[in-house]
């Protein structure tokens, strides 16, 4: 409260004795230990300029903070239209930006322009137009949002205002990211005409291109479904020119073809700061692949309206893409995303369900893998040959133990998966589970007689302790071996078992009987047939 009467911030520093302690009294009692209020309070205070509309606000402050807020959000939308559209861009991008903006990124997305000859405040920090401009912003949006300087990036004041904002009937989702869709695709729609120079604007787009080119179609995700949304006809028009694909998309493609020509998804995703397993970069990557068409983004992302409204040959919807040495068809796309709806659009329009191709070779491969149960389903119904063979897994039910998929592996059993089947990365389906550590797959799915085994060694109280196969003291051995719900590969040595004899001096006699026993028993459990195991192993006691 000091400062700002000293800066002549409150009443233009004209504060008598009397009206300073009724203001510090009427803070104190309304703060209830909530600083935010009284800075609330304060900031609502400073915008009157005159002593009696001062000291009847001062009265009549909200008890609750969004009461503040309301009144501080009716000022903003008083503003002049230019200052008001640059206070609501900044809070609604700030609501739904899905990483941090740099100051300057930001300024372009709102479409920030220098106005400081005009400055209400009519004061020069001597700083420049970058510092005026992030003034501008600071100034119209009054107190709810402020500026990080040590990430250079404007942030809400408070986790208060994004509650509050969201509470607001303007601040749908919807409306958040119609926003941000529009200002990502001026990128690309907002180009200078001959002999125009390089305009402000033109300026920003490139500033703010890094942003747009890789998170537009994230943006449009969230307002796909609302058919009438006046942002769909810019889409539109960056998507396609009539029935083909549109210039503007085609920049857009070449763009990222350039740029991250060569990479993987997870090269991507770490390019941009997220996850390696983040699906972003991999949807970027299929949404480019070449032939260029618009159709490409819409399998990678699952805008299912857009397949909807365009018709398709069967020969254009099995084309096959072309990405790092990989053939991809819009059913493997959409497959490995897991988009449903698409998935049956495809289906519906003639896709071809065995198609093969990509990594995983197949689109039931590619859905198995990322433990989409749902598409599985689909895919199964609508002709899925569950057993066919190709890519890095082999079959579905490897690709789908290899990732402890249980659910998956539940349905391809159910629908006739074959356990023993050969190939792929890892030889089977449960070499794929064991190498990758998923022993409750093993365990409950690819060898559902072993639960009883396991059953026993968890909850007999007798053989708990004296039963517990130790990993290392079994190394050697080679079968499959359930213990306390652990997988330990055993070498198929039918010698093996000597090395649990007590003779080797290696543990209690009564301890090597009860572990004697208990492989046998798990054995007689594990399927025989020598077909099943991979080179060099065979099951114990065959």
Known sequence: MDRRIKKGILLDGNVSKRLKSRIL?????????MFRWVEMSLETLSRIKFQPDFENTLGRLPVKLSGLYDIIYTQIDQTQTYGRDVAIKTLKWL?????????????AAVDVVDDSSSSESGEDDGHGQADSLENNVLRLCRNLVILDSKQRTFRFAHQSVREYLLAKSEYTVIEQHALATERCLNVYLNEPSPGSG?????????????YAEVYWPVRYKYIEEDEFHET???????????????????????????????????????????????????KILYATSTPEIHLSVACAFGFSKILKYHELSIIELNQRRKLRGYEYTFLFIAAEEGHDQLIRLLLDRGAEVNAQGGEFGNALQAASSHGHEQIVQILLDRGAEINAQGGEYGNALQAASSEGHEKVIQVLLDRGAKVNAQGGHYGNALQAASSEGHEKVVQLNLFPDLKIVGARLGNDADVKHDAQVDRDSVEPLGAAVVSQGVLVRVASDVLGLAEFSPEAGNGRAEDHEVKRTLMAEVLMQVPRSLDFWPQGYRPLLI
Not at 25 to 33: K, V
Not at 259 to 268: E, P, R, S
Request: charged fraction near 20%; include cysteine; charge should be negative.
């Open 25 to 33: 009294e009427t803070l104190i009692n309304g703060a209830q230990g």
């Open 95 to 107: 609501l739904c930006a899905q990483r941090l903006l740099s100051v300057e990124e930001f300024l």
């Open 198 to 210: 390089v305009p402000t604007s033109v300026q920003q787009n490139d500033i703010l291109k890094d």
């Open 232 to 282: 769909q006809k810019k889409v539109s028009n960056f998507l396609m020119e009539g029935s083909r694909t549109s210039p503007f998309y085609m920049k857009w493609v070449l763009g990222i073809q350039s740029k991250y020509g060569g990479f993987h998804g997870y090269d991507l995703n770490m390019a941009l700061g997220l996850d390696w397993i983040d699906r972003l970069g991999y």
